[in-house]
């Protein structure tokens, strides 16, 4: 997903910069400049006398020199060569330059991802955590997930939706705007989310009497939890951590490290899958749930 992310990302780097390529260019013309961007105007020097004056053919080679030096320093200096260019000093220096200026806007993210995989040796540890914080910044990538969206390409723009909630699994919001996304594509139903990962259970969650019920294998597996199934008894004993969570299939009653607990709605099997009360377990094993009601998201984190 993340190479996903970061080709969809640089396309939208390179149409969003490339009007700012500009302003990459180096401020000084060779100290030729007066700081504005525009060019001093220097009066020529007089010719000395025992000095033969140029003739029309050495001013078209000069001319021609000059040009050419141009286009060079053009060519290094643009904000596509800096980006897509060589690992040399230029393309970095000129990464450098624009994350100052884009830092809290979406391509700020993009060329922190940059920095961070194509120039990691040339980064000090400041830098590196400078830029990881960037990059993780949920709310650029949540920008930049809109603007896809409004551009048409509502499959990426789920991609990095899903990026973002990765970034900052605690951000109810990130959530709601999967949601939305979702909706055009016309997924609909109850989510269920482990640590920002979405569930693939072939069993949706079930929403009874109040409460949700979840598949135990999703929460059990993301929470990294030791499960134990007793067909005898038709029992599944969770273990996390020193708590062990221990239920009934069609019953209410569960216990908690031996302590009995009344459930509002008992385990079931749903198409060979047990789904259990999401609440109940998740912060028994210490976990955090929320439920985001807009786009029927169960969120459970680790703190």
């Keep these: 997903m993340k190479k996903t992310v970061s080709i969809i990302a640089s396309c939208f780097l390179a149409i969003s910069m490339v009007s700012g390529a500009a302003q990459a260019k180096p401020d000084n013309n060779n ?10 105007v220097e009066a020529p020097a007089a010719v000395p006398a ?44 000129g990464l450098l330059h624009a994350i100052e200026n884009v830092k809290d806007k ?3 993210a993009v060329i922190a991802e940059l920095l961070l995989t194509q120039y990691s040796t040339e980064l000090t540890p400041e830098m590196k955590a400078e830029l990881e914080a ?29 990026e973002a909630i990765l970034a900052n699994v605690k951000n109810l919001n990130s959530y709601k705007k999967l949601g939305k996304l979702y909706a055009q594509t016309g997924k609909k139903g109850v989510k269920l989310y482990v640590n920002g990962e979405e569930s693939t259970s072939a069993v949706a969650p079930i929403v009874t009497a109040g409460s949700t019920l979840v598949p135990f294998k999703a929460i059990a597996e993301a929470l990294q939890a030791e499960v134990v199934w007793n067909g005898k008894e038709r029992s599944v004993t969770m273990t996390r951590e020193g708590t062990t969570v221990k239920l009934f299939i069609d019953k209410k009653t569960a ?28 912060e028994a094993l210490k976990a955090t749930v929320k439920w985001e009601p807009e786009s029927q998201s169960v969120v459970i984190y680790e703190e």
């Design 31 to 40: 100290g030729k400049g007066n700081g504005n961007g525009k060019s001093i």
């Design 50 to 93: 025992n000095v033969a004056a140029p003739t029309d053919k050495d001013k078209d080679k000069d001319k021609e020199k000059e040009n050419t030096k141009e286009k060079d320093k053009e060519s290094v200096t643009t904000v596509t060569y800096a980006t897509y260019g060589n690992k040399g000093q230029n393309g970095y220096k």
């Design 106 to 108: 979406p391509a700020g």
């Design 134 to 162: 960037i990059k993780d910044k949920d709310a650029a990538l949540s920008a930049l997930a809109e603007i896809l969206n409004q551009k048409g390409s509502v499959t990426d723009a789920v991609y990095v939706q899903k």
């Design 255 to 282: 216990y908690v490290n031996g302590q009995a607990v009344t459930l509002q709605v008992a385990p079931a099997i749903v198409k060979g899958n047990t789904v259990v009360p999401a609440r109940f377990v998740s």
